[in-house]
């Protein structure tokens, strides 16, 4: 199976925390003529890339129904040899999809001068459904930092 990287850089522009969740990044099942698929997330890193402070943020990992409005961006194969992926791939959402909270899978807090990374254990990786445009975000919020935030993900299908 082929695994891919992505990061909230690799296009658009990072958004700024609030109070409320941002998206950072979000994979789905592709839709029109690709075949749907599913994938499987098995490592999450995250951070604050802004001043140095004592301000907590809260990540999660949600699964949800639609995407908002977000930047299309492009996982890399992390074998230079595999095709591209079929998965769909979106970063720094501008308006917010649809997501309920009886749908979180991942919630974690961190304090703003320290980042996360989250594996997996063998079998425990968050499954992207196979349906149109359904999948999983993660996405960060502070009660404080009002900066930006990194994160990556890598994930095979």
């Not at 891919?4 to 296009?11: D, K």
């Not at 992390?78 to 909270?101: C, F, K, M, P, Q």
Request: aromatic share 8%; net charge neutral.
């Amino acid at each position: 199976m082929a695994k891919y990287g992505l990061s909230n850089g690799n296009a658009g522009s990072l958004q700024n925390m609030t109070t409320t969740y941002k998206t950072l990044m979000d994979l789905t099942a592709a839709t029109g003529a690709t075949t749907l698929r599913r994938a499987w997330i098995y490592d999450l890193m995250f951070g604050a890339d802004g001043t140095p402070a004592d301000n907590d943020l809260v990540y999660k990992a949600d699964r949800q129904t639609s995407t908002g409005t977000r930047t299309s961006a492009t996982p890399a194969p992390l074998d230079t040899l595999d095709a591209a992926a079929l998965i769909t791939a979106g970063v720094n959402t501008t308006i917010e999809g649809i997501v309920t909270s009886a749908t979180q899978l991942i919630e974690i807090g961190v304090n703003q001068r320290a980042s996360y990374r989250w594996v997996a254990a063998p079998g425990g990786e968050l499954v992207v459904p196979a349906t149109n445009v359904a999948g999983i975000g993660l996405r960060a919020k502070s009660p404080a930092y009002a900066s930006t935030v990194v994160s990556s993900m890598n994930f095979w299908e």
